[in-house]
C-alpha cells in the first residue's frame, strides 16, 4: 500500500512489520516522532511488544541487550548525544554478538548543541562493531528495518539503520509499506541458537583471560582474542549475507539490488561524486546539470558504511579520473572519514600509467548547515575541470567565516 | 507470622560450586551461596563488574549453576528489565530476575538505572552486596564507604563523608520491599529474599558484606565483624514493606533487649578504621546512641516492671 508519511514513521512501520518483541525508547530530537509512533501502535493494539520508556539511552540499549540475550527480537532508535551515550554499549552489543536493530536519525553533536543534521553521531561509532546502513529515502527507511532485523539474525552483528535527522526524518514522501504476509515470511520469527534461559544455564560475557583455555571437559575455548577475531571475519563475511538478504528482499518485493553503493550515471563518469543518505539524491540534480555541460560526472551513495565494501567501492571508482567525497562528518584532524576509507580502498588499483583517481573531500552541512545547489555545482565542476591542489586537505562549503 | 529457616530446613542443593575465585574469607560468598538457595533454580541473575564477576570465574568456567548475564557497570537494573520484556514476549512464566551488584554498582553508578526500574515499577529483585569500597579495582571509596574508613584513595585522612543510605533511596522510591540484611545472618536473608519474591515490582535487598582485605582483618573473622556491625547498632537489619518500616531479626532482638555492643569494639577490629581518634568514635557512639533511643521509646523497657 503507497503511503505519503514522514521518514520517521516509515521506520516505525518497519519496526512493526518487522514484529519487534522488545522496544526500548528515550526521546531525542529529531528521533522522537519515530519512538512516539510505536508507542502510539502498541497502546492501540496494533503491535504486541513490550515498549520499555526508559531513563537513558544508556538502558536503552541494556534492556535491548538483556532482551535479546534472553531470546526476544529488540530495537531502540536514537540520535546524537543519545547515540553517544550508549558508546560502550555499542561495543558491548556487537561484542556478546545480538542481533539488534537500532535506527540512528543522523544530527550533529554537541558541543555546541545543535539539533540539526550531519553524520557525525553515526561516524564516530564506526568502530563499534555495528553494521551500518544508510538510507536515502523513505523508502529505503522502511526497506531498510526489515531488512536489518534478517540480516542481524543472520550473522549475529547488531545493525544501524541511519537516516538523516530532519530531511528525512520530517520530511513527508511517499512510499509503500510491505504486505504484512510478505514480511512475515520474508522474516520469520527469531530463534536464537542459545538464549538465557533457567532450563539451560550459561554464564554470558563471562572475564575472558588473553589466552585460550581448556573447559571441565578439556575442550579448548577462545581466548579475547579469537572471539574478537570472529567478530571481525564475521563482519566481513556478513558482505554475502548483504547481498543475499537484498536479493531474497527483492525477489519478494521487487525493490533493492544496491545494497552496498547505489550508482548515478556512473557507468562512463570520469568523475565521481560521493555522498550519503539524501545528499546523494542532491547530487544527483547538480551532476544532471553538469552533464547538461557536457562534463562527464556521476554519483555514488554509500549505502553500506561498515562493513565497508571496500571491493564494491573500488570497482566503481578505480577506472574514474576523479572522486570528489562530499562529508558531513570529520575525522578532527584530518579528514572525512569516508575519504579516507575510499583512498585506502583505491590504494591497490592503479592503472596502466601507474595512475589512481585523485580524491578530493568537501566538508559541508555541518549541524544543519544549509545545502546550496549552486554551492555543491560551483564545488564539484571546479574538482572536474582544475587540478587538484593539497588534496588531502578537506575543503569546506558554505563556510562564513 | 512465616516461618523462619533454620540450618535444618534450608535446601541442600548448592547453587554455586565450591572453589570459586573470591578471596579468602570473603563474606559476599556466603551471601551468594544462601541468597541462590532461596532464589532456586528457576532465576536469571544480572551481574555487573565487581567482585561477583571474579566469583563467577573465568570463561569458559563459571561458578554458578544459574543462567547469568554480566553486563555493563551501570546498566544493571535495566537489564533485569530487559529481561523480563523477553520472558514476557517469549511467553516464560515464573522465572525470577534478579540484579546482583556491589556497593559502587548500586549506589553510584547504578543508581539511575535503578531509580529507573523502580519508578517503572519492573518486576525484579535488585540485591546489593555492600562492602563498603570498590573492591574489585583495589579498595577506593565509594559512596558507601563509612566515614573515616581508609581506602585506596583516601589514604591518609579516610573517607570525609557519611555513608549513603541507599535503602532509604529505595524506600523513598515507595518499591514494595526493601530489607537490609548481613551477611553473617544468612538465615535472616534467606528468608527476607524468600519474602522479598512474594511481592510484584521492584525489591530492594541491601547486604552488608564484610570483606577481609579491604577492610583490614584476618579472613577468619568476617562473621565476627559482620556480627559487631549489628550487635553494636552501626548497622541495622530491617524490613520496608509497603512503607512500613521494622526492625529484624539480631537488630529487633538488640532493641528487646536494649544493649548495644559498644561501636569501639567494631571500628577496633578493623585496620581500615586505624585513623579514627577515640573521640571520634565517641562521636560516631553517640550518634548510634540517639538512633537507637529513639528505636527503644517505640518499645517497653524489658527491665522495667510491666504493669498489669
Ligand atoms: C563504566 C565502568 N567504569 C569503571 C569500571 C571499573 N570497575 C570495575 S569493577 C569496579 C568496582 C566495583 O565496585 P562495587 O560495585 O562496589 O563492587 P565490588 O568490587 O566492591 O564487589 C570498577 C570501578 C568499569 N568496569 N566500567
Ligand atoms: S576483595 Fe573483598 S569482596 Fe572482593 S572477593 Fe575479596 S573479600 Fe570478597
Known amino acids: 500500500m503507497q503511503i505519503i508519511e514522514s521518514g520517521n514513521v516509515a521506520a516505525a512501520l518497519g519496526v512493526k512489520l518487522s514484529r519487534a518483541q522488545v522496544i526500548a525508547a528515550y526521546p531525542i530530537t529529531p528521533q522522537t516522532p519515530l519512538t512516539e509512533k510505536l508507542s502510539e501502535i502498541i497502546e492501540a493494539g496494533d503491535m504486541t511488544a513490550e515498549y520499555i520508556p526508559v531513563e537513558s539511552e544508556h538502558s536503552a540499549l541494556a534492556i535491548c541487550i538483556a532482551a535479546s540475550s534472553a531470546g526476544a527480537r529488540s530495537f531502540t532508535a536514537t540520535s546524537a548525544n543519545g547515540l553517544l551515550y550508549m558508546h560502550e554499549q555499542l561495543h558491548w552489543a556487537s561484542g556478546a554478538r545480538l542481533p539488534i536493530v537500532m535506527c540512528v536519525v543522523n544530527r550533529g553533536v554537541g558541543a555546541p548543541w545543535t539539533v540539526w543534521n550531519d553524520h557525525q553521531d553515526s561516524m564516530s561509532q564506526r568502530d563499534t562493531g555495528w553494521i551500518q546502513i544508510y538510507a536515502n529515502d523513505h523508502q529505503q527507511i522502511i526497506d531498510s528495518v526489515i531488512k536489518a532485523f534478517a540480516l542481524a539474525e543472520e550473522v549475529m552483528i547488531p545493525v544501524m539503520v541511519c537516516y538523516d535527522g530532519y530531511l528525512l526524518s520530517h520530511t513527508y514522501m511517499p512510499f509503500d509499506i510491505p504486505e504484512a504476509t510478505l514480511t512475515d515470511s520474508f522474516l520469520p520469527p527469531y530463534r536464537p541458537a542459545y538464549c538465557l534461559d533457567p532450563d539451560e544455564p550459561a554464564n554470558l560475557n563471562t572475564v575472558t583471560l588473553s589466552d585460550v583455555r581448556t573447559d571441565i571437559n578439556g575442550v579448548k575455548a577462545h581466548g579475547y582474542m579469537e572471539i574478537r577475531h570472529l567478530l571481525q571475519q564475521d563482519m566481513l563475511a556478513s558482505m554475502d549475507a548483504i547481498e543475499r538478504v537484498d536479493s531474497r528482499f527483492k525477489n519478494i518485493f521487487g525493490r533493492g539490488g544496491s545494497p552496498f553503493i547505489e550508482s548515478y550515471r556512473s557507468d562512463d563518469a570520469r568523475f565521481i561524486a560521493v555522498g550519503i543518505g539524501s545528499l546523494s539524491y542532491h547530487l544527483r540534480d547538480v551532476v544532471d546539470d553538469l552533464r547538461d555541460e ?8 554509500m549505502q553500506l558504511y561498515r562493513p565497508f565494501p571496500y571491493q564494491a567501492v573500488a570497482k566503481a571508482l578505480k577506472d574514474c579520473q576523479g572522486v570528489i567525497v562530499f562529508e558531513k562528518a570529520l575525522s578532527y584532524g584530518y579528514q572525512g572519514p569516508v575519504c579516507s576509507d575510499i583512498k585506502s580502498a583505491l590504494y591497490h588499483y592503479v592503472g596502466p600509467e601507474g595512475s589512481r583517481p585523485f580524491v578530493l573531500n568537501y566538508i559541508l552541512g555541518l549541524g544543519g548547515r544549509e545545502i546550496l545547489t549552486k554551492d555543491l555545482y560551483e564545488g564539484l565542476k571546479l574538482s572536474c575541470t582544475t587540478k587538484p591542489s593539497s588534496p588531502d586537505k578537506p575543503r569546506w562549503i558554505g563556510l562564513k567565516l | ?17 565450591p572453589g570459586n575465585r573470591a578471596c579468602a574469607g570473603c563474606a559476599l560468598g556466603i551471601a551468594y ?47 533485569a528489565t530487559g529481561l523480563l520484556g523477553a520472558l514476557k514476549a517469549r511467553n516464560r512464566k515464573g522465572i525470577n530476575v534478579v540484579g546482583w551488584a556491589g556497593d559502587g554498582g548500586t549506589s553510584d553508578i547504578g543508581l539511575q538505572s535503578l531509580s529507573g526500574a523502580c519508578e517503572r515499577g519492573d518486576n525484579f529483585l535488585f540485591v546489593c552486596y555492600d562492602n563498603e569500597g570498590y573492591m574489585n579495582t583495589g579498595v577506593q571509596r565509594s559512596g558507601t564507604t563509612p566515614i573515616g574508613a581508609l581506602t585506596a584513595n583516601t589514604p591518609i ?7 549513603k543510605d541507599v535503602p532509604a533511596i529505595m524506600s523513598a522510591h515507595r518499591i514494595p520491599y526493601v530489607a537490609t540484611c548481613s551477611a553473617a545472618y544468612p538465615l535472616d536473608l534467606y528468608d527476607k529474599i524468600k519474602k522479598a519474591l512474594t511481592y510484584e515490582g521492584v525489591k530492594y535487598i541491601h547486604i552488608h558484606t564484610p570483606c577481609p582485605p579491604g577492610w583490614g582483618f584476618e579472613p577468619r573473622y568476617a562473621v565476627k565483624i559482620g556480627k559487631l556491625a549489628v550487635e553494636t547498632g552501626l548497622y541495622e537489619l530491617y524490613e520496608v514493606e509497603n512503607s512500613n518500616v521494622r526492625l529484624t531479626g539480631a537488630s529487633e532482638k538488640l532493641m528487646e533487649k536494649r544493649r548495644l555492643l559498644p561501636a569501639r569494639d567494631y571500628f577496633r577490629a578493623q585496620g581500615r578504621f586505624a585513623i579514627l581518634t577515640d573521640s571520634q568514635i565517641e562521636q560516631q557512639q553517640q550518634e548510634v546512641n540517639a538512633r537507637w533511643e529513639a528505636y527503644f521509646n517505640t518499645t517497653e523497657d524489658p527491665d522495667e516492671d510491666t504493669p498489669d
Open chain 1, 294 to 301: 557536457g562534463i562527464s560526472v556521476g554519483v555514488m551513495s
Open chain 2, 1 to 17: 507470622m512465616h516461618t523462619k529457616t533454620n540450618i535444618l530446613s534450608l535446601p541442600e542443593e548448592e547453587l554455586v560450586y
Open chain 2, 33 to 79: 551461596r544462601i541468597g541462590l538457595k532461596a532464589l532456586g533454580k528457576n532465576t536469571i541473575i544480572v551481574v555487573p563488574p565487581s567482585c561477583l564477576t571474579v566469583l563467577q570465574g573465568l570463561y569458559p568456567i563459571a561458578a554458578t549453576k544459574l543462567p547469568c548475564l554480566n553486563v555493563t557497570f551501570a546498566s544493571t537494573a535495566a537489564a
Open chain 2, 157 to 163: 585522612k579516610g573517607k570525609l563523608q557519611r555513608k
